[in-house]
């Protein structure tokens, strides 16, 4: 069936230091691969994101790689802030009207 | 201006009863969606709305029924409330396959 898997599912680093938040789909039709961030208490709200026939996009401190031939998706954040703290949560668009989402990364980032 | 929004933004009530949940958007998108957030984070697809008709009808169960009385809005209407309903319900939206727009969420509490 449809999947996507999102790990690890909690990541604490430094201050300064990279986080990498990996997923997989199972979809072969998925062309459109959106993170969102989501603070605590918050919706969740697009950060960046990938279509299928890219295969990196960056945008200040993040960025996204896909490997369509792998099914494989990840996310890298540089220079880690505070304020990156939240929940990240990967997502494989199937089709005109279906988004599946990966379940979720916490992220925490220590002072 | 707000582009999805939902009422009410907190809701308590007590098993059994009936109770509805507005979202409207005004960014003129197409599509509209219901998820469920539970208590690990997970954001489960529930409905999505196409042009006012259902397009995805997940196993969710049939005490759970959307109505869209136009393109604009998509409610969320719940029979018989069980304790497991208890959760934060997010509608979003979207123009074709692109990014979706999550509402403030309504977090549901089920006595």
């Known amino acids: 069936g449809e999947n996507v898997e999102q790990h690890p599912s909690t990541l604490s680093v430094q201050e300064g230091d990279s986080a990498v938040i990996k997923c997989t789909y199972s979809d072969s039709a998925s062309n459109y691969f959106p993170w969102y961030k989501q603070e605590l208490g918050k919706r969740p709200q697009l950060i960046i994101d990938i279509r299928s026939n890219v295969g990196e996009k960056k945008d200040q401190r993040i960025a996204v790689t896909l490997n369509k031939t792998a099914k494989h998706f990840s996310l890298h954040i540089t220079e880690t802030q505070p304020e990156d703290s939240a929940v990240y949560f990967c997502a494989a668009r199937i089709s005109y009207d279906k988004v599946i989402f990966g379940p979720g990364t916490s992220l925490s980032v220590i002072p | 201006d707000t582009a999805v929004s939902q009422t009410p933004k907190y809701l308590v009530t007590q098993m059994g009863n009936d109770k509805s949940i507005k979202c409207e958007q005004n960014l003129g998108h197409d599509t509209m969606y219901w998820y469920k957030q539970d208590s690990k984070k997970f954001l489960k697809i529930m409905f999505s709305?196409?042009?006012?008709?259902?397009?995805i009808n997940e196993t969710v169960p049939n005490r759970f029924s959307p109505k869209s009385p136009d393109k604009a809005h998509l409610n969320l209407h719940i029979n018989s409330l069980e304790l497991g309903d208890s959760a934060v319900y997010f509608c979003?939206?979207?123009?074709?396959?692109?990014?979706?727009?999550f509402g403030p969420g309504t977090r549901l509490t089920v006595l």
């Open positions: 709305y196409n042009n006012k008709e259902l397009i």
């Open positions: 979003a939206s979207s123009q074709f396959e692109n990014e979706q727009f």
